[in-house]
């Protein structure tokens, strides 16, 4: 489906996500889980925590005042879950960067089927094409 231009730099950072998890995914050898989990919170840092803070700033304020309480709420908790996450890998937690991942995935899916749909439906025109 064609975004909104509101929407469309946040669904390629989805991409940008998948691509990560997908590199996850495939690191099967300790040494390899261990390099990812040394560099996950720089591009945490870099690429996922901006596109949060985006979301937290602009986007989920309006639906919430549209009265989409639910969704906005999933979504902050989704986001503490994955910061948390990936705290704890770049403190060691190896086990925790298959978790990361399929949180991960889980997320980018929530939000591009139910977030993003809800958007472009109840949030004005105005707001989505302005990009």
Do not use: G, S, W
């Given at each position: 489906m064609k975004r909104s231009p509101a929407l469309t730099a946040l669904s390629h950072d989805h991409h940008k996500a998948l691509v990560l998890s997908k590199r996850i995914e495939k690191a099967t050898s300790?040494?390899?889980?261990?390099?990812?989990?040394?560099?996950?919170?720089?591009?945490?840092a870099s690429e996922l925590e901006p596109?949060?803070?985006?979301?937290?700033r602009e986007l989920l304020p309006r639906l919430r005042a549209a009265g989409h309480t639910e969704l906005v709420e999933r979504t902050l908790a989704d986001h503490a879950q994955l910061r948390a996450l990936s705290a704890e890998v770049g403190s060691g937690k190896l086990d925790?960067?298959?978790t990361f991942s399929e949180?991960?995935?889980a997320h980018v899916r929530?939000?591009?089927?139910e977030v993003f749909e809800t958007a472009e439906e109840a949030l004005g025109?105005?707001?989505l094409d302005a990009g």
């Open positions: 300790a040494a390899e889980r261990h390099a990812l989990a040394l560099i996950l919170p720089e591009i945490f596109h949060f803070q985006y979301e937290e925790n960067l298959a949180a991960l995935i929530f939000e591009e089927r025109r105005d707001y």
